[in-house]
C-alpha cells in the first residue's frame, strides 16, 4: 500500500519521521485524555446516581404530602392557595472548562431572602400536608438543580469520550502504521537504490581500469 502513495525520496522520509514523532506523541495524549476522561465521567456517574436517589425521595414525599392535603382540602381552595406564589427563582448558568469540554454550571437567585416565602397562602385554611410538599419541593430544589447540571455534564463527557477514543483508534490503527510502513518503503528503496550505485560505481571504476590498462599496454 505504500508503494502507491509513497514517493521515495528522503525529503519524504523525512517528513514521514517527522508525522510519526507527531502522531506517536499525539497518540500518548489522547490516551492520558481519554483515561482522565473516563475517570473524571466514573465519578460523575456514581455522584448522580447518589443524587438521582435523594431527588426521587424528596419528590416522593412531596407528591405523597400533595395526596394527603388534596384529600383534607377542597379542590377550589388548594387551587387558590397555589395562584399566586410569593417567591422567584431566577436561574443562573455558567461553564467551566474540564479537559476541553464545557459543562454547565447552574446556581439560582431568589427574589427574597426570607424562608417562609415559599409559602404562597395564610395557615388558617389550608393543611399542614401542604406545608410539607411546598417545603419538601423547595428542599430538593437545589438537588434537582444539580442533577440537571450533573446529568448534562455526563452527556457532554461521554461525547467528548467517544470521540477522543474514535481518534486514539486512528492513530493507532491506521495513521501510526501507514507512517511506519512508508518508512520502512522509503528506506528500503533508497538502501536498493545506494546499493545499485555503488555497483554501477564500481562497474565504471572496473571498465576504467581496463581501459587505462589497455591503453598502458598499447
Avoid at 11 to 19: D, I
Avoid at 25 to 31: A, C, N, Q, V, W
Avoid at 150 to 168: D, F, G, N, P, W
Avoid at 180 to 194: A, C, F, S, V
Amino acid at each position: 500500500m505504500a508503494s502507491t502513495q509513497v514517493t521515495p525520496t528522503r525529503m519524504e522520509l523525512t517528513r514521514l519521521k517527522r508525522k510519526l514523532v507527531t502522531a506517536t506523541k499525539g497518540h500518548r495524549l489522547l490516551k492520558d485524555k481519554r483515561d482522565e476522561l473516563m475517570r473524571q465521567f466514573l465519578d460523575l456517574v456514581r455522584e448522580d446516581m447518589e443524587l438521582r436517589k435523594k431527588v426521587e425521595e424528596g419528590i416522593k414525599d412531596a407528591n405523597r404530602n400533595f395526596v394527603l392535603a388534596k384529600a383534607g382540602m377542597s379542590e377550589e381552595t388548594l387551587r387558590a392557595a397555589l395562584m399566586a406564589p410569593k417567591q422567584e427563582v431566577f436561574l443562573k448558568q455558567d461553564k467551566k472548562n474540564v479537559m476541553s469540554v464545557d459543562i454547565p454550571v447552574f446556581d439560582y437567585d431568589t427574589r427574597t431572602s426570607d424562608e417562609n416565602d415559599i409559602y404562597s397562602y395564610g395557615f388558617a385554611f389550608t393543611s399542614s400536608d401542604l406545608d410539607g410538599a411546598v417545603r419538601s419541593l423547595a428542599d430538593v430544589f437545589p438537588d434537582m438543580l444539580k442533577l440537571a447540571e450533573i446529568e448534562k455534564s455526563c452527556q457532554l463527557m461521554a461525547a467528548e469520550i467517544e470521540k477522543t477514543r474514535r481518534r486514539v483508534n486512528a492513530l493507532e490503527h491506521v495513521i501510526i502504521p501507514e507512517t511506519q510502513e512508508g518508512i520502512r518503503y522509503i528506506t528500503m528503496k533508497l538502501d536498493e537504490n545506494e546499493r545499485s550505485t555503488q555497483v554501477r560505481l564500481m562497474k565504471v571504476k572496473d571498465m576504467m581500469l581496463e581501459d587505462a590498462h589497455k591503453y598502458s599496454e598499447k
